[in-house]
């Protein structure tokens, strides 16, 4: 069975920075991309970000454009998200999954094409 487990969140000033951390294990079929999202209180599940299953190709919303960066870690079975110049707006739940599919195209950002999901690490920034 697939697991994945989120770290790395916290509370951090506006301005500040975090990286979160996802450590996948239970497989070691690295052919699938990961994404990252986010859920604020009273807020639909937003994503934030996808990497295709090489981890070469990326793709962000346009709110974090700039700001956050993915990527697929060493060890192989890791996916970060590199967080600076937060701001309010960025506190939420923070999610990593697994895609049904090997690439980032198209419908990325829709929950129904991923098929795991980690508990979620909170981010909270603070003015």
């Known amino acids: 069975q697939l697991k994945l487990v989120e770290s790395g969140g916290g509370l951090v000033q506006v301005g500040g920075s975090l990286r979160l951390s996802c450590t996948v294990s239970g497989s070691s079929d690295r052919g699938f991309a990961m994404g990252w999202f986010r859920q604020a209180p009273g807020k639909e599940r937003e994503g934030v970000s996808c990497?295709?299953?090489?981890?070469?190709?990326?793709t962000y919303v346009d709110s974090v454009q700039g700001r956050f960066t993915i990527s697929r870690g060493n060890p192989e079975n890791t996916l970060y998200l590199q967080m600076t110049s937060l701001k309010p707006e960025d506190t939420a739940m923070y999610y990593c999954?697994?895609?049904?599919?090997?690439?980032?195209?198209?419908?990325?950002?829709?929950?129904?094409?991923?098929?795991?999901w980690g508990q979620g690490t909170q981010v909270t920034v603070s003015s």
């Open positions: 999954a697994r895609s049904r599919r090997a690439d980032c195209a198209g419908s990325w950002s829709e929950t129904g094409r991923y098929d795991y």
């Open positions: 990497i295709n299953y090489l981890g070469v190709r990326t």
